[in-house]
């Protein structure tokens, strides 16, 4: 399964980011040259400290950060591995008609809902085992974050890719992405304030239970729901 490239390279970032986006570089490096290949583990943190020459913090930041981008993916327990899955269209010119036109936030929520109910709708009838385990996998590890914020941010968005996967319509799972992109742009910055993450996760199970049991009105209506409470919540994060 793959994620859209949600951290762009135009952020100014701050010193500890600089750090981080070397780390983005060198791994991204390794896989344009062929180094590794789509669902080959790459080397440890432990390895790529040694590679880079900076601390493990700022291995593990980078490679939540290529997690988002879609270029990898984390696997608790596992290791990280080259994301294997189908092509990404790229979010920089969403990002750059929202920055021009002002895109609001009722109007993305809007968006989300339109696309993601039916999606969910569509992934409870098609879905594969395989895309099952994937969505079951990221709920899993937003269980993990709850006391991290950021990894959890990171996870929500890795499920919502993984319903979009599950749809069976690349160009829809596609989209899915190029909006996610958008949204981990203006959540990552607020993500922090939120202080119980576990209902939120509690919400993200129910739906991969619907869609585990086919149950795509079900599916439907919970993608609804939840998506109506991420936007109660995100105002309440950052109300301007």
Same mark, same amino acid.
């Given at each position: 399964m793959t994620?859209n ?5 135009h952020?100014?970032p ?11 570089r060198?791994v991204?490096d390794l896989?344009?040259?062929g180094q590794f290949?789509p ?10 400290v040694?590679?880079?020459g900076v ?9 939540q950060?290529l ?5 990898v993916?984390i696997r608790?327990?596992s290791g990280?591995?080259v994301?294997?899955?189908p ?11 929202a920055?021009?036109?002002?895109f609001?936030r009722?109007?993305m929520?809007e968006?989300r809902r339109t696309l993601?109910?039916s999606i969910? #709708?569509?992934? +409870?009838e !098609? @879905?594969t085992?395989?895309?099952l385990? =994937? ?8 269980f993990?974050a709850?006391e ?6 990171v996870?929500?968005?890795r499920?919502?890719?993984a ?7 690349p160009?829809?799972a596609?989209v899915?992405?190029m909006?996610s ?5 203006q959540r #990552?910055?607020? +993500?922090d !304030? @939120?202080?119980?993450?576990?209902p939120? =996760?509690?919400?993200h199970w129910?739906i991969c239970?619907a869609?585990r049991?086919?149950e795509?009105g079900?599916?439907?209506h919970?993608m609804?729901?939840h ?7 995100q105002?309440?994060?950052?109300p301007?």
């Amino acid at each position: 399964m793959t994620l859209n490239r949600i951290v762009r390279d135009h952020i100014r970032p701050t010193d500890d980011i600089t750090v981080n986006e070397q780390v983005v570089r060198h791994v991204r490096d390794l896989i344009v040259r062929g180094q590794f290949k789509p669902g080959q583990r790459l080397p440890t943190e432990r390895e790529l400290v040694r590679e880079i020459g900076v601390s493990r913090t700022s291995v593990r930041a980078g490679l939540q950060a290529l997690a988002a981008k879609g270029l990898v993916v984390i696997r608790h327990g596992s290791g990280t591995f080259v994301a294997d899955g189908p092509p990404l269209l790229d979010s920089e010119p969403l990002s750059l008609l929202a920055a021009l036109h002002g895109f609001t936030r009722t109007q993305m929520f809007e968006a989300r809902r339109t696309l993601e109910v039916s999606i969910a #709708r569509m992934a +409870a009838e !098609r @879905r594969t085992a395989e895309q099952l385990a =994937a969505i079951s996998d990221a709920v899993s590890g937003m269980f993990s974050a709850c006391e991290d914020p950021q990894a959890f941010l990171v996870e929500d968005i890795r499920f919502h890719a993984a319903v979009g996967a599950a749809s069976g319509n690349p160009i829809l799972a596609s989209v899915v992405e190029m909006i996610s992109a958008l949204f981990y742009e203006q959540r #990552r910055q607020t +993500a922090d !304030r @939120r202080r119980d993450l576990r209902p939120v =996760a509690e919400m993200h199970w129910r739906i991969c239970q619907a869609i585990r049991d086919r149950e795509a009105g079900r599916a439907a209506h919970l993608m609804g729901e939840h998506l109506m409470q991420a936007e109660t919540d995100q105002q309440a994060e950052d109300p301007d």
